[in-house]
C-alpha cells in the first residue's frame, strides 16, 4: 500500500478542477489550484445536477452536500411551449442553483481542507508542472490549452454544431424547465428557460447558424442581443428583460478524445469531453470525472499502484458512461438543430418528441412519470384505451396498432429486417428458409421480411444467396408464403428484390464477409469499376447501357415470379452498397453518361428500374425502397441528397421508405450506438412526409414505441432481436400487458403465453 501524500497541481479553477482538489486533498494530498480568473468571474448562471450525481457527491464528500442541499432549487415540471399552447409535462425531478454560488461552496470547501487556491495567475503548462508534481489535472474547459499542447497524445477531435446560441438570465423564476418555440419570419428560434434561485432563471436561446444571420443577431453586441431576444420570448418572460455575463453568440463544439491521460497528467470535465447543454450535462460530467479519478487514485495507491495506472483506471470507468452521454447529447443537439421540421407536428407529438430527443426519456419511463399526459399523447396517436372505465390505465401500446400501405394493413408496427442467411442451393430457398420466416411470423411481427433475394445469378453476393430467376426458385418461395398466410394469418410476408453488384462473388458471412471467394468466382459488374476493397476484391466491370436494360428486365421478371408467389409487399433493396446502391452514392458512381454525375443522373437507373417493377407488381400491393441515407465517409451521401432521393422514389410510387445507413464503402467510419440510424429516417419522414420504416440497433419495445408516438417513424424493423427470440414481438406484447387482436398467439402456442415461473429467490 502507497501513503505517502502525493504533490497534485490542478490548472482551472472551475467545478470539475475545484472538486477534484477538494477530494484529492481530502485523501492527503498536497494539492494547489490555479485559477487564471478571479473569485467571483464566472460565464453562465444556473447549473442543474442529477439526483445521481448528488448521490456521487453525498458519498463521496457530504459537507458539500449539506452545503449543495441548503442553496438548491428543486421542480419536477417541463412546460412545452408550441404555437401559443402550454403543455406540462411531470415527475421529472431537477435541481438547479447558481454558478457563481456553486464555485463559492467549493473555494470554501478547499480553502478548508489546505488546497492552495491561486486566484488570477496563469497556470505554466501542464506537462512543465509535471515535472514538478506527481500528478497534474487539466481541468481547463473546452478550450483546453493543455489538451492542444499534447494534442499528440490526447487525439482530439472538435465539432462545432449548426446553431448559434447565447447565455442570458432572467431576474425571476421560472416555475418550471421551458421549452417554447418563436416561428419567426427568418426561421424558427428556441428559448430554453429554467429557475437557479428564488429570483433568477437561465435562459438560453439558440437558432441555426442561417436564421441567426438572417435575424442579424451577426452584428448585434451583448445588450441589443438580450435586448431582441427578451422581445422575441416576451410572452414566456412576462415582458420582463434579460441580462448578459459577457454572453456572445457561438456554436456548441462537442469534444472527443482518443485518450484522456499521458504519463501523470489527466482532462477531465470539458477539457476531455463535452456534451451539448440540452441535456444540462457539462458540470454534471465534470463532477462524475472528479468523483472517478479520486476514486481510482486511492484504489490504485491502495493496491500499491502508480499514478499512470490510476489514470488509465479512471479512463477506463468513466469512458462508457460518457460516450453514452455524448451519444445522448448528439441526438438531442441534431433535434434542436432540425426543430423546423418538427413544429409542423401536433402539440402533444411535438412535446412527447421533445422530451424523448435524446433517447434517455422514453415512453415507458415518462408513462411512470406522467401518465396522464402519456396517455393523452396516446389517444392523439389513436391508441385505444384496453379498459374504458380507466382513464389513466394502460392503453394498447403503439406497437399495436395497424398500418396501411396501399392495400395492405398489417396488424402492428413490427417488421422483421431483411437478414442474409447464406442458406441456399442454386438460389433455391429450403427447409432452413420454411423454418426461419415462418417462426418469426408465428412470433407476432406484422410485416417478416426475407432476406435480400437476388435477381439473377451474377447478383448473388455468395453462392448460397437465395434467388428468384427460375421457376424452381419461386415454387419453393410460394410454399414458404403459402406456410405464412395458412399458419400465421394476419402476418404479412415481403420480399426484398436486389443484385449485389461489386459486392458479389463473396464467401458467406461467418467464412469472411465481404472477402472473394477462393475459386469458383464470376465476374462483377457496377455503375463504375471500383472495387470494393482496392487490392482484395475483384475489380467489376461498368455496365454499359445495353447491360442496364438487360437488369431492368431481370428485376422485373423477378417481380412477376414474387407477385406469383403471393408476397404482400416488395422491397427494392438500394442500399449498402449493393449495385443499385451503387448508382446512388458520389463515392461508387463515377460514371459521364447519362447514369452518372448530378444525383438525377445517378438516380435514372435505379429509377428505371423501381418503375419496372412497379409497372409489373400488383397495384393493390405496397412497394418499398431501401436506401442508405449516408455512407459514413467524406464526399458521400448528404442529409440532403437522401431527401431528395428518398423524395424521388416516393413521387414514383414507393409507399414507403425503409431507411438505413452506410456499407457503401468500405472504409465507413459509423456512428454506432442505440437505434443510431433512426435520426436519419425521422429525417426523411418529417421532412417530407412520406411513410418511413426505420432500422439500426432498435433493440427494446420501449424504442419501437417511442418512436412512432413521436413521429419519428411509422414502422421500425429490428432484426438481431428476432434471432435472438423468434417470438419476440409477442413477449413483448406480454410484457405490456397487451393481448388484443395486434399480437395474437397461435392455438397451438397458447398455453405459452404466459412467461414460465422461475425459481423462488
Known amino acids: 500500500m502507497t501513503t505517502s501524500a502525493l504533490r497534485v497541481a490542478v490548472v482551472g479553477g472551475g467545478p470539475g478542477g475545484l472538486y477534484t482538489a477538494a477530494l484529492l486533498a481530502r485523501q492527503g494530498h498536497s494539492v494547489e489550484v490555479w485559477e487564471r480568473r478571479a473569485p467571483e468571474d464566472t460565464f453562465g448562471f444556473g447549473v442543474v445536477l442529477s439526483d445521481e450525481t448528488l448521490g456521487g457527491i453525498e458519498r463521496a464528500d457530504s459537507v ?6 441548503a442553496e438548491f432549487v428543486r421542480w419536477d415540471d417541463v412546460d412545452v411551449v408550441h404555437r401559443g399552447r402550454l403543455l406540462t409535462s411531470g415527475g421529472h425531478g431537477f435541481a438547479a442553483l447558481g454558478r457563481r454560488r456553486l464555485l463559492e461552496i467549493l473555494h470554501e470547501r478547499c480553502a478548508g481542507l489546505g488546497v ?55 431576474d425571476f423564476a421560472f416555475d418550471a424547465f421551458r421549452f417554447e418555440i418563436a416561428e419567426t419570419e427568418h426561421g424558427v428560434m428556441q428559448l430554453h428557460a429554467y429557475p437557479y434561485s428564488a429570483d433568477a432563471s437561465t435562459v438560453i436561446v ?33 415582458g420582463r428583460p434579460l441580462r448578459g455575463n459577457r454572453s456572445a453568440w457561438t456554436r456548441f463544439p462537442t469534444v472527443v478524445c482518443g485518450q484522456w ?7 477531465v470535465g470539458d477539457a476531455a469531453h463535452t456534451a451539448h447543454f440540452s441535456i444540462g450535462s457539462g458540470t454534471k460530467l465534470a463532477v462524475e470525472d472528479a468523483l472517478a479519478l479520486a476514486d481510482a487514485l486511492a484504489a490504485a495507491r491502495a493496491g500499491g499502484r502508480g499514478v499512470p495506472e490510476a489514470l488509465a483506471a479512471y479512463e477506463e470507468d468513466r469512458r462508457p458512461a460518457v460516450a453514452s452521454t455524448q451519444r445522448a447529447a448528439a441526438a438531442s443537439m441534431r433535434w434542436f438543430e432540425e426543430i423546423d421540421s418538427y413544429v409542423a407536428q401536433p402539440a402533444r407529438q411535438f412535446a412527447f418528441n421533445l422530451l424523448t430527443r435524446s433517447r434517455r426519456v422514453t415512453h415507458d419511463n415518462l408513462r411512470l412519470r406522467d401518465p396522464r399526459f402519456t396517455r393523452a399523447v396516446e389517444r392523439d396517436f389513436g391508441c385505444p384505451q384496453q379498459d374504458p372505465q380507466d382513464p389513466l390505465g394502460s392503453g394498447t401500446p403503439p406497437m399495436f396498432t395497424p398500418f396501411t400501405l396501399r392495400g395492405l394493413t398489417l396488424r402492428n408496427r413490427v417488421v422483421v429486417s431483411p437478414m442474409d442467411m447464406y442458406s441456399a442451393r442454386d438460389g433455391v430457398p429450403g427447409d432452413f428458409h420454411l423454418v426461419h420466416l415462418g417462426a418469426r411470423a408465428l412470433g407476432g411481427a406484422g410485416l417478416v421480411m426475407t432476406e435480400m433475394v437476388c435477381v439473377s445469378p451474377e447478383g448473388r453476393i455468395t453462392p448460397a444467396c437465395a434467388g428468384l430467376w427460375t421457376a424452381d426458385q419461386a415454387a419453393a418461395w410460394k410454399r414458404i408464403v403459402d406456410f405464412v398466410h395458412t399458419s400465421a394469418p394476419g402476418a404479412a410476408l415481403g420480399v426484398q428484390l436486389g443484385h449485389s453488384g461489386r459486392k458479389g462473388s463473396t464467401r458467406v458471412m461467418w467464412e469472411g464477409m465481404d472477402e472473394p471467394l477462393p475459386q469458383d468466382n464470376w465476374p462483377l459488374v457496377a455503375a463504375s469499376a471500383l472495387p470494393w476493397k482496392p487490392g482484395v476484391s475483384a475489380v467489376p466491370r461498368a455496365l454499359t447501357t445495353d447491360d442496364l436494360g438487360a437488369i431492368r428486365s431481370e428485376f422485373a421478371a423477378a417481380a412477376v415470379r414474387a407477385a406469383d408467389c403471393g ?5 427494392l433493396h438500394c442500399a449498402h452498397g449493393y449495385l443499385l446502391s451503387g448508382f446512388l452514392s458520389p463515392l461508387t458512381n463515377q460514371r459521364d453518361d447519362a447514369y452518372g454525375g448530378p444525383l438525377e ?5 435505379p429509377l428505371e428500374v423501381f418503375d419496372a417493377v412497379r409497372e409489373v407488381w400488383p397495384q393493390d400491393r405496397p412497394m418499398t425502397v431501401r436506401l442508405s441515407a449516408t455512407d459514413w465517409a467524406p464526399g458521400g451521401t448528404t442529409p440532403e441528397e437522401a431527401e431528395r432521393i428518398a423524395a424521388a422514389f416516393a413521387a414514383h410510387g414507393a409507399d414507403a421508405v425503409d431507411v438505413s445507413t452506410g456499407q457503401v464503402v468500405a472504409d465507413e467510419r459509423p456512428e454506432y450506438g442505440r437505434s443510431y440510424q433512426t435520426p436519419h429516417a425521422d429525417r426523411i419522414r418529417n421532412a417530407l412526409g412520406v411513410p418511413v420504416i426505420a432500422v439500426g440497433a432498435i433493440s427494446s419495445w420501449d424504442d419501437v414505441n417511442s418512436l412512432l408516438l413521436a413521429g419519428r417513424a411509422d414502422l421500425c424493423a429490428v432484426g438481431r432481436p428476432h434471432l435472438y427470440d423468434p417470438n ?13 387482436p395486434a399480437a395474437p ?10 412467461k414460465p415461473p422461475t425459481g423462488r429467490g
Open 116 to 170: 492552495r487556491l491561486r486566484f488570477r495567475a496563469g497556470a505554466p503548462d501542464a506537462f512543465a508542472l509535471a515535472t514538478t508534481h506527481d500528478l497534474v489535472v487539466a481541468a481547463d474547459g473546452v478550450h483546453s490549452a493543455t489538451r492542444t499542447t499534447g494534442a499528440a497524445h490526447f487525439r482530439p477531435t472538435v465539432t462545432e454544431g449548426r446553431c448559434r446560441y447565447i447565455w442570458l438570465a432572467a
Open 601 to 605: 443522373n445517378r438516380l435514372r437507373f
Open 728 to 740: 419476440w414481438t409477442l413477449h413483448a406484447a406480454a410484457d405490456q400487458d397487451y393481448a388484443g
Open 261 to 267: 491521460s499521458h504519463g501523470n497528467v489527466a482532462l
Open 567 to 571: 408476397f404482400d409487399l416488395l422491397e
Open 745 to 754: 398467439w397461435p392455438d397451438p402456442y397458447r398455453a405459452g403465453s404466459r
Open 206 to 238: 439558440e437558432m441555426r447558424e442561417e436564421v441567426w444571420r438572417a435575424a442579424g443577431f451577426d452584428l448585434c453586441d451583448e445588450d441589443e442581443s438580450a435586448a431582441r431576444c427578451a422581445k422575441t420570448f416576451a410572452d414566456a418572460l412576462r
Open 64 to 69: 458539500v452536500h449539506t452545503a449543495l442541499g
